[in-house]
């Protein structure tokens, strides 16, 4: 009876262990197949100035104009903080600009507060309206298609009433429907954050091959080996790695890709 309660001891403290470690086991268990760069490597514009012997920080190029949801608004998949200063600071280089996947609008108010005054924000989202039309595709993770539903629930956006909304034109269209034709070799940058469903994703990222122009770049939001929601976005970004160079940011869930980088 005395083995038997110490082996039941033993199998809740390694559960309650697993528990408080879950995140480090996975990332552990679930190794990146793509290279992790230092963000200097992405562009130029990110290059530290020598502040002194033991200091560095960002050039001016890249102080950028910023702001926070405070987490009581309930905003589900929006950038940290760090990566919405990488997406402002390329911005101010980036004349037209692509965003798949506008929820709240975050990224996209970002986008038309740092780019140039004269800058094309195009962001195509989901109707709350045509929720219902959304089909959920068999090799389609079951929580990414949950996400796309909870994600597509609004039909203004933070930026809506601000004057940087003249730089922003919203598309209420399902991505899978969307005709890039038009669009092809136009954008210096382009961001892929809606659905993230492997279906959803892999059009996505197909079409956005075709609407970058030689000189620019395009940014993945949510890879991140081992989280169920994202495992799509992963294995995806996992069998394009094989035709095309893609990087990872450290300290991000951002990878990137340029005309530059295919192999």
């Known amino acids: 009876m005395i083995k038997i309660i110490i082996t039941i001891l033993i199998l809740i403290n390694i ?22 760069v230092d963000i200097e490597y992405l562009n130029k514009i990110f290059t530290n100035k020598i502040i002194d012997k033991n200091l560095s920080g960002p050039k001016d190029d890249v102080i950028v104009k ?13 950038t940290s903080n760090y990566e919405a200063w990488i997406i402002s600071s390329l911005s101010t280089i980036s004349k037209k600009i692509f965003e798949f996947g506008t929820c709240s609008g975050k990224t996209t108010y970002l986008m038309s507060l740092n780019s140039p005054e004269n800058s094309e924000i195009i962001s195509l989202t989901l109707s709350p309206e045509n929720l219902n039309e959304i089909k959920r ?6 929580i990414s298609f949950r996400n796309i539903l909870n994600e597509s629930i609004y039909n203004n956006f933070l930026f809506t009433g601000s004057k940087f909304e003249k730089k922003i034109k919203v598309i209420f269209q399902n991505s899978l429907n969307f005709d890039e034709s038009i669009y092809h070799n136009q ?3 382009i961001f892929i954050d809606g659905g993230h469903t492997y279906s959803v994703i892999k059009n996505d990222s197909e079409k956005s091959f075709k609407m970058l ?8 939001h949510d890879y991140v080996p081992g989280k169920e929601s994202a495992k799509n976005v992963v294995k995806y970004i ?26």
């Open 137 to 142: 595709n068999e090799l389609d993770n079951k």
């Open 238 to 263: 996992h069998n394009i790695s094989k035709d095309f160079e893609i990087f990872h940011i450290k300290d991000t869930s951002l990878c990137y890709y340029t005309k530059k980088n295919t192999l």
């Open 213 to 220: 122009n030689n000189n620019g770049i395009i940014l993945w």
């Open 66 to 78: 910023n702001f926070c949801i405070p987490p009581n608004n309930n905003i589900v998949g929006m």
């Open 187 to 189: 954008f210096d940058l």
């Open 15 to 36: 559960l309650f262990l697993y528990l408080l470690n879950k995140k480090k086991i996975k990332k552990f268990f679930y190794k990146s197949k793509i290279k992790s």
